[in-house]
């Protein structure tokens, strides 16, 4: 069995780095509070038997060598990074877990058939370049180097920034694997999510992860003066951006799982006493099948339209990000069912609103995840828990999951 008090005494112990006076947890990525996390994760990985090196886009890895060393790896981990005043638990559970993993095979004597890697992404949260999954992109092969062309609140950007710890941005494709050099790829990360806490489970199965489409509306009317224009002469825009949110709501409660959120809202002039002229609002709208999504995406933009027609109102949506959703692999998802039962888990399957690295490596290879329970779903916040009982499930099972998908004959 995997062992609950040296994992929650590593949660414990990685937490302390980044800790901010207010509360919460802030480490950015190349910044020296990653630095030290990445360090203090190095050792971690080496007491438990692994080769530790960093690639060209500074994931740190761990590789514990299988039978066949030129088999496929199994690969597994999550991020050390956060957000602004974050939580201990998004990120390091994924990591620390798959370190106890391998550590216990280790102490066990277990040699599986295919290597197994262990892998703390850089900057999955994209906090402080507002651009995330770097580390998994980097892997996925899919990380251009004019996307280091983002930016940080300091105007530093991440070519930059890599260049200051001692990466060269020249050179990130370094850092891609080869079409089949990965067999597949397994993740403990806290739901995030109440799902589990109202199911009373530790743990659970994830069958997809939701794929975030980014539109923002422009609508556009005529200010004017609030007392002297009457109600069926206006071409007030907030009215019309109003009517939309009503549809997008609308349309994505009809759905399972589906949600649209209305994130930023701007009202132009912003007077008092004065008809709005121009609003701009965003939508995140999400959903793990993307033939639903776009039913969903076709239905709000014909009836913004439609809505901006009848009041004499301009519209313009464009689309500032498209991520597809990722359904999670068959294979993987029985073994994960089948771990739960080795383990003594009961279990359910739920789907991912959030996002994960994993979403960048589906075309690399199949994707599975494992969910902890959140107590009271709270995340990104300093209030962010998962029990040590509840941790410890979660690696227990990536164990069990992991004998699985590494034992296989490659």
């Known amino acids: 069995m995997t062992n609950q008090d040296r994992l929650w005494s590593r949660l414990l112990e990685l937490g302390q780095i980044g800790v901010q006076p207010t509360g919460g947890i802030t480490r950015l990525s190349f910044s020296k509070e990653e630095r030290q996390a990445k360090d203090l994760v190095a050792s971690y990985m080496q007491e438990a038997g692994m080769v530790v090196h960093e690639d060209a886009v500074g994931n740190l890895i761990g590789r514990k060598e299988g039978k066949d060393p030129s088999a496929p790896i199994v690969l597994t981990g999550s991020h050390v990074d956060s957000v602004y005043s974050g939580g201990n638990f998004d990120g390091p559970l994924g ?6 993993a391998v550590q216990t095979m280790t102490e066990s004597g277990t040699v599986t058939q295919r290597p197994i890697e262990v892998v703390a992404f850089t900057d999955e949260e994209g906090a402080r370049f507002r651009f995330g999954m770097i580390g998994s992109r980097g892997i996925a092969g899919t990380l251009t180097v004019s996307e280091l062309d983002a930016k940080d609140a300091e105007g530093v950007t991440i070519a930059e920034a890599m260049h200051r710890v001692g990466l060269d941005p020249t050179k990130i494709s370094e850092a891609a694997r080869p079409t089949g050099s990965v067999h597949a790829y397994i993740e403990v990360h806290i739901e995030q999510g109440k799902i589990l806490e109202s199911a009373d489970l530790s743990v659970g199965v994830v069958s997809g992860i939701a794929g975030p489409l980014w539109l923002k509306f422009t ?5 004017g003066h609030a007392g002297t ?8 825009a907030l009215a019309g951006a109003v009517a939309i ?13 589906t949600v649209g959120t209305v994130g930023q809202l701007t009202v132009q002039p ?3 006493n004065i008809i709005p002229g121009v609003v701009e609002f965003t939508l995140d709208l999400r959903d793990v099948d993307l033939d639903t999504r776009n039913e969903v995406e076709s239905i709000i933009r014909r009836r913004a339209t439609e809505i901006c027609s009848e009041r004499s109102l301009g519209l313009v949506v464009e689309e500032l990000q498209n991520i597809p959703p990722v ?7 029985q073994a994960t069912f089948e771990a739960c039962e080795e383990a ?8 991912s609103g959030a996002g994960h690295d994993g979403m960048q490596l589906q075309a690399l290879c199949p994707v599975g995840m494992i969910f902890v329970r959140s107590q ?3 995340s990104h916040h300093p209030d962010e828990w998962s029990s040590p009982e509840d941790c410890a499930a979660g690696a227990e099972v990536l164990y069990h999951t992991l004998l699985k998908l590494a034992s296989e004959t490659p």
């Open 95 to 100: 990591v620390l877990s798959a370190v106890e």
């Open 219 to 223: 609508v556009s009317g005529q200010a």
């Open 229 to 236: 224009s009457p109600m069926n002469m206006r071409r007030d």
């Open 245 to 257: 949110m009503q549809v997008i709501e609308e349309e994505t409660k009809r759905r399972t799982h």
């Open 270 to 272: 912003g007077g008092v």
């Open 327 to 333: 359904v999670c692999s068959a294979a993987i998802h």
């Open 344 to 351: 003594g888990f009961k279990t359910m399957e739920l789907v």
């Open 376 to 378: 009271d779903g709270i």
